[in-house]
């Protein structure tokens, strides 16, 4: 079973900049895709970024490409989104999850952290 948590969140201003990390338990961090996933109060579920198990692959949705960037160092068990350029459309909570697929459909993914607060301030 993998154990995922998440930090880094908080309050930033607009135009400011924040890396949210994803730590996990096990040997087996390897074996899974991972994603970030946000979700407003209100609102669904939103996929942000995935990455490959080896990070050889990145995927974004249209919300985060060209600001945010997913990386993993699986040497650390750790996922990563660096998020620049925020707005405070971007204000969430940000949760990671991995997944035995690359897939931004959050029905695809097993596990999932507690989450973590960004909010951007105008």
């Known amino acids: 079973q993998v154990q995922l948590v998440e930090s880094g969140g908080g309050l930033v201003q607009a135009g400011g900049s924040l890396r949210l990390s994803c730590a996990a338990s096990?040997?087996?961090?390897?074996?899974?895709?991972m994603g970030w996933f946000r979700q407003a109060p209100g609102k669904e579920r939103e996929f942000v970024a995935a990455i490959s198990r080896n990070g050889g692959s990145t995927y974004y949705a249209d919300s985060a490409k060209g600001r945010f960037t997913i990386s993993r160092d699986n040497t650390k068990n750790t996922v990563y989104l660096q998020m620049n350029s925020l707005n405070p459309e971007d204000t969430a909570v940000y949760y990671c999850?991995?997944?035995?697929?690359?897939?931004?459909?959050?029905?695809?993914?097993?596990?999932w952290g507690q989450g973590t607060q960004v909010t951007v301030s105008s």
């Open positions: 096990g040997r087996t961090f390897s074996s899974y895709n």
């Open positions: 999850s991995a997944s035995r697929f690359l897939s931004g459909s959050a029905s695809t993914y097993d596990y």
